[in-house]
Nanobody, 125 residues
Framework: EVQLVESGGGLVQPGGSLRLSCAAS????????MGWIRQVPGKEREGVSC????????LYADSVKGRFTISRDNAKKTLYLHMNNLNPEDTAMYYC??????????????????WGQGTQVTVSS
């Protein structure tokens, strides 16, 4: 059974930092591209970042470029998102997802085959 379990979300003040983690199981993690997608209630999902199966190539949405860093540890089957200089516009449910292709087709949400349940990030003073 494929499982993607996110953790690390929470409440943080503007300008603060968080690190999200996504533990994967039930599939060959290092064959898949992995990504982070976020969604605010009533709005469409927004692709945040994607990382190739090897970790060599990463992509970011313009809204997070320079503030967020995606990484992966294939030995631990874990995906990470380091988020710095957070602002209220970053408030959303954050989902990790896996793409069978192994390569990132931009950061869009439609490329992914498996999804986690999400972790809430709230940026507020």
């Amino acid at each position: 059974e494929v499982q993607l379990v996110e953790s690390g979300g929470g409440l943080v003040q503007p300008g603060g930092s968080l690190r999200l983690s996504c533990a994967a199981s039930g599939f060959t993690f290092d064959n898949y591209a992995m990504g982070w997608i976020r969604q605010v209630p009533g709005k469409e999902r927004e692709g945040v970042s994607c990382i190739r199966w090897s970790g060599v190539r990463t992509l970011y949405a313009d809204s997070v470029k320079g503030r967020f860093t995606i990484s992966r540890d294939n030995a631990k089957k874990t995906l990470y998102l380091h988020m710095n200089n957070l602002n209220p516009e970053d408030t959303a449910m954050y989902y990790c997802a896996a793409a069978l292709s192994g390569y990132c087709d931009g950061v869009g949400a439609s490329q992914y085959n498996y999804w986690g349940q999400g972790t809430q990030v709230t940026v507020s003073s």
